[in-house]
């Protein structure tokens, strides 16, 4: 029987996993941050879906404009871990699917998560309806994608479910959904990766 990855992501907080998945994606989420408010002037909020142990949030939340920032996630011991290290921080833990925020926010920031989803376009869909302020940019980075060859593997390694697309795929997804401005581009590749896919688009 298939898994949950908020079961797989709870149990990885359990034995400190948390802590790796911290240090593997930093380089690309420190390119996906400074993408969001590089040439920002004004106060912004922001949200992390499928935030782990809320190590992004954290990270944010030291930049001179952010005003507010929330991380969500399904896997109550991630909830349980960001809530234990950073006690003062704003921490839920729902279904992706279900959670709205009290108000909405500049920038939605998600990383290896919308991948886990079977139909990725209803959470984009849900985040662009109840999470997003008109104009607001949601920027999503994964490493499973089709032109990564070495991640194919990984549902049955995990035994749980991910949706494999391509680059143009997911660009297609995002334009779909009505987003605007669609941008894919690639960071951090190497001699045996292609780099992590990053998705923005902005809300109309």
Request: charged residues 25%; aromatic residues 12%.
């Amino acid at each position: 029987m298939e898994r949950k990855a908020t079961d797989i992501f709870s149990e990885w907080a359990e034995i400190g996993k948390d802590a790796g998945m911290e240090t593997n994606h930093a380089r690309a989420v420190d390119k996906m941050l400074f993408h969001l408010v590089n040439s920002r002037t004004s106060p912004f909020s922001f949200i992390d879906a499928g935030c782990g142990n809320g190590w992004v949030v954290r990270k944010i939340r030291k930049h001179d404009l952010c005003e507010n920032a929330i991380g969500v996630d399904g896997a109550v011991e991630m909830i349980r871990k960001a809530k234990k290290i950073d006690e003062h921080g704003d921490y839920f833990h729902s279904d992706l699917m279900e959670w709205i925020p009290d108000q909405k926010v500049d920038f939605v920031h998600s990383m290896e998560v919308i991948y886990y989803f079977k139909q990725p376009e209803k959470l984009i869909f849900h985040i662009i309806k109840n999470w997003l302020r008109s104009g607001g940019v949601i920027i999503m980075g994964m490493d499973y994608y089709d032109e990564n060859l070495k991640c194919h593997s990984w549902p049955t390694d995990l035994n749980t479910c991910m949706k494999l697309l391509s680059k143009n795929a997911w660009v297609d997804l995002f334009n779909d959904c009505g987003l605007t401005k669609v941008n894919a581009f690639q960071t951090n590749a190497s001699y045996d990766f292609p780099g992590t896919l990053v998705l923005t688009g902005i809300k109309r």
